[in-house]
């Protein structure tokens, strides 16, 4: 994700940051449980032992990992729905932004959906009630502003939409490897078109 955008990372990544990134996409290739530290250690260049100057072990990693882009996604929607508020902009403009957000992670972040949907069952228990917790405030902030734009919608029916959006948006991972999609800014506008279009069904 670009480091303007909410839930981000510099252009010039830390050594912890490198392992987390290889880390999240070791993991989601091949599993939790099929990845060793000496393995991780490699793809950034520094020996397996080496790696426990900054985690613990692969359970620090993948906690860190899964819980570090729910607080960004929660912590990006809260800045979002700020920033838009100020810009005078009304409930349309602030869905945008929270659209254009979660699709900066779709596209970018394609191995923590892949991670989260395998092995968030790995965590420890505390940090998969942290992750659960982050993910229905994240919920929340989009149910909001889908009822101020449709407030003719129950609000069980705008919760269980904008779950189906997050279930449109986070498809990524399926859509095959990123040379074979139309390039990113063309999936990007289709997959906004898809997820406006599906929330607008609620006035239907």
Do not use: C
Not at 6 to 12: D, I, L, Q, V
Not at 174 to 195: K, N, V
């Amino acid at each position: 994700m670009k480091d303007a955008a909410p839930g981000t990372r510099t252009a010039s990544p830390t050594r912890r940051e490198q392992i987390l990134q290889e880390a999240a996409r070791l993991f989601a290739e091949r599993g939790f449980h099929g990845v060793g530290v000496d393995e991780i250690g490699a793809a950034v260049g520094i020996s397996g032992p080496g790696l426990y100057r900054h985690f613990a072990g692969k359970d620090a990693m993948l906690a860190e990992l899964l819980v570090g882009i729910s607080g960004r996604l929660f912590a990006g929607g809260r800045q979002r729905v700020a920033a838009a508020a100020e810009a005078g902009g009304g409930a349309a403009a602030v869905l945008d932004s929270l659209i254009d957000g979660h699709i900066d992670f779709a596209l970018d972040d394609r191995a923590l959906i892949t991670l989260h949907d395998r092995e968030l069952g790995q965590l420890r228990d505390s940090d998969r009630k942290l992750v659960r917790s982050l993910q229905r405030q994240y919920v929340e902030l989009w149910v909001d502003v889908v009822r101020q734009l449709h407030p003719e919608a129950p609000e069980v029916v705008a919760r269980a939409a904008v779950h189906a959006v997050f279930g449109l948006l986070n498809s990524t991972p399926h859509l095959g490897r990123p040379g074979a999609l139309p390039g990113r800014d063309a999936t990007a506008a289709l997959l906004r078109r898809l997820a406006l279009g599906a929330l607008d069904a609620l006035s239907g």
